[in-house]
């Protein structure tokens, strides 16, 4: 039986027709280092400069790692820390898995809460650094903005839980394009291990669908399914309690069933209808020729894989429930490989007008949101409280066809990727 090496030059190892990645670091990059160093700096050091990007400080620092933290201390003093709990700055109950307790167990607490909140944040820049490449000055704006974008901004102010989840993902794509096989194995523990913490990471595992040949693929996937159910026998208490936590609701938040939820509908008919469509767009996606003429060259494999990767993650989020603003952290995967989509001038015009869109409605979907609450926080003392309630879910209303816009964007990639899978497993298949 013949091995299966096509893989290699189809879009399961792909890239996109733009210039190949360059070795080493840019003096664009060395200018968003400076600049976002600076900036973020600058909030740290001003903390009341957080309103002005719509993101409330609450005069404290890091309160979803101290909400963890405070969940170990309720544990260690005989405490039930699923109900609301009083070591909480917010008396929030634990709303995630039992694996978390493990801090506790390492003797972590409340008072660990500043070293560990500065150094989680400090891990995501540095990886976040690491990568984003502009190369241009364009793209060095297109990716100050994404990295600076009021979502990240949450997500370190509170030292949020996604950034764990970003942290323990960043290393599964470099593991993919790692030359020994038995070692492309470890990133199916990644995928597992951020899993048993938030439950959401599961669909990361799409990702694991790239590999040199089709036996690799089947042995990485039963692997990967092996763990995963491991990993959900572990979890499933946690994820059923997990089910009665109220949903978040308004701006800074993104999910399917919003626009259902304007509509009068119930969660649980919003979850199946946003299903529903996710397949039907799927469906059309699959048939489209939008993609067509798309082609992948092996320059930018990596930037491809890190978008699979966080388009997976977003729209599985989207289509699944309705999420908090910081995690958008994982759009810094999408950036690297969208910007040269957009100015690739090898890709057919249609190509690159599908890739503009999806980028406009990305900064939409990063900036929206937060600079209509910072407006509201400005005009606090001169409107009305009701008359700024009316005009944020007016604003809500209105943007939820926007959001829903950029999420088929990504389905159509996602997609791609997948037919592209089929395309070579049926085809390597007829010629074994």
Same mark, same amino acid.
């Given at each position: 039986?013949?091995?299966?090496?096509? =893989?290699?030059?189809?879009?399961l190892?792909? +890239?996109?027709?733009?210039p190949a990645?360059?070795p080493?670091?840019?003096?664009?990059?060395?200018l968003?280092?400076?600049?976002?160093?600076?900036?973020?700096?600058?909030i740290?050091a001003n $903390?009341?400069?957080?309103?002005?990007?719509?993101?409330s400080?609450?005069s404290?620092?890091?309160?979803?790692?101290?909400? %963890?933290?405070?969940?170990?201390d309720a544990?260690?003093?005989?405490?039930?820390?699923? &109900?609301?709990?009083?070591?909480?700055?917010f008396r929030?109950?634990h709303v995630?898995?039992?694996?978390?307790?493990?801090?506790?167990?390492?003797?972590?607490t *409340?008072?660990?809460?500043? !070293?560990?909140?500065?150094?989680?944040?400090g891990?995501?820049l540095?990886v976040?650094?690491?990568?984003l490449?502009?190369r241009?000055?364009?793209?060095l704006g297109?990716?100050a903005?994404?990295?600076?974008? $009021?979502?990240?901004l949450?997500?370190?102010?509170?030292?949020?839980?996604?950034?764990?989840?970003?942290?323990?993902?960043?290393?599964? &794509?470099?593991?993919?394009?790692l030359r020994?096989?038995?070692?492309r194995?470890?990133?199916v523990?990644f995928?597992?291990?951020?899993?048993?913490?938030?439950?959401? $990471?599961a &669909?990361?595992s799409?990702?694991?669908?790239?590999?040199?040949? *089709?036996?690799?693929i089947?042995?990485?996937?039963?692997?990967?399914?092996?763990?995963?159910?491991?990993v959900?026998v572990?979890?499933?208490?946690?994820? =059923?309690?997990?089910?009665k936590v $109220?949903?978040?609701?308004?701006i800074?938040?993104?999910?399917?069933?919003?626009?259902?939820?304007t509509?009068?509908?119930?969660n649980?008919?919003?979850?199946?209808?946003?299903l529903v469509?996710?397949?039907?767009?799927?469906?059309?996606? !699959?048939?489209s020729?939008?993609?067509?003429?798309?082609?992948?060259?092996?320059a930018?494999?990596?930037? !491809?894989m890190h978008? &699979?990767?966080?388009?997976?993650?977003?729209?599985?989020?989207?289509?699944?429930g309705?999420?908090?603003?910081? *995690?958008?952290?994982f759009a810094?995967?999408?950036?690297?490989?969208? /910007?040269p /989509?957009m100015?690739?001038?090898?890709a057919?015009r249609?190509?690159? *007008?599908? +890739?503009?869109?999806?980028? %406009?409605?990305?900064?939409?979907?990063?900036w929206?949101?937060?600079?209509?609450?910072?407006?509201?926080?400005?005009?606090?003392?001169h409107?009305?409280?009701?008359?700024?309630?009316?005009w944020t879910?007016?604003?809500f209303?209105?943007?939820?066809p926007?959001?829903w816009a950029?999420?088929?964007?990504?389905l159509?990639?996602?997609?791609r990727m997948?037919?592209d899978?089929?395309?070579?497993?049926?085809?390597s298949?007829?010629?074994e």
């Open positions: 039986m013949m091995k299966n090496t096509a =893989l290699k030059a189809t879009a190892t792909p +890239a996109s027709r733009g990645e360059r080493g670091r840019s003096r664009w990059w060395w968003l280092l400076a600049f976002s160093f600076a900036y973020f700096g600058a740290a $903390p009341t400069w957080f309103s002005f990007f719509g993101v400080h609450y404290v620092w890091f309160v979803d790692s101290y909400a %963890i933290l405070a969940s170990n544990l260690a003093h005989g405490l039930d820390p699923y &109900v609301p709990n009083p070591f909480d700055y929030r109950p995630y898995s039992h694996w978390w307790f493990t801090l506790g167990k390492l003797g972590l *409340r008072q660990d809460n500043g !070293w560990l909140g500065l150094t989680l944040g891990l995501f540095l976040a650094w690491w990568s490449r502009p241009s000055a364009g793209e297109w990716c903005a994404v990295l600076c974008s $009021p979502p990240v949450l997500a370190l102010n509170r030292a949020n839980n996604d950034l764990v989840v970003f942290l323990l993902l960043a290393p599964v &794509v470099p593991i993919l394009l020994q096989r038995s070692w194995i470890a990133s523990l995928v597992a291990f951020a899993t048993g913490l938030k439950f959401y $990471p &669909v990361a799409l990702v694991l669908l790239y590999g040199e040949t *089709r036996a690799e089947r042995e990485r996937g039963l692997i990967a399914l092996l763990a995963l159910s491991i959900g572990s979890v499933a208490p946690d994820l =059923l309690g997990a089910v $109220p949903s978040p609701t308004g800074l938040t993104f999910g399917a069933m919003n626009l259902f939820e509509l009068g509908c119930s649980l008919v919003g979850l199946g209808l946003s469509v996710a397949l039907l767009v799927m469906t059309f996606a !699959w048939r020729t939008l993609l067509k003429d798309w082609t992948i060259s092996p930018e494999r990596g930037r !491809w978008f &699979v990767l966080g388009a997976a993650l977003l729209t599985g989020c989207f289509f699944t309705k999420n908090y603003a910081y *995690r958008w952290v810094l995967w999408l950036a690297p490989a969208l /910007w /989509w100015t690739d001038p090898l057919s249609g190509f690159r *007008r599908f +890739a503009r869109v999806t980028g %406009i409605l990305l900064l939409f979907s990063l929206g949101d937060a600079l209509v609450s910072s407006a509201c926080n400005l005009f606090a003392q409107v009305p409280l009701a008359t700024l309630t009316r879910d007016l604003f209303r209105w943007e939820q926007l959001s950029f999420f088929l964007c990504l159509f990639f996602l997609t997948l037919r899978l089929w395309t070579t497993f049926t085809t298949s007829s010629r």
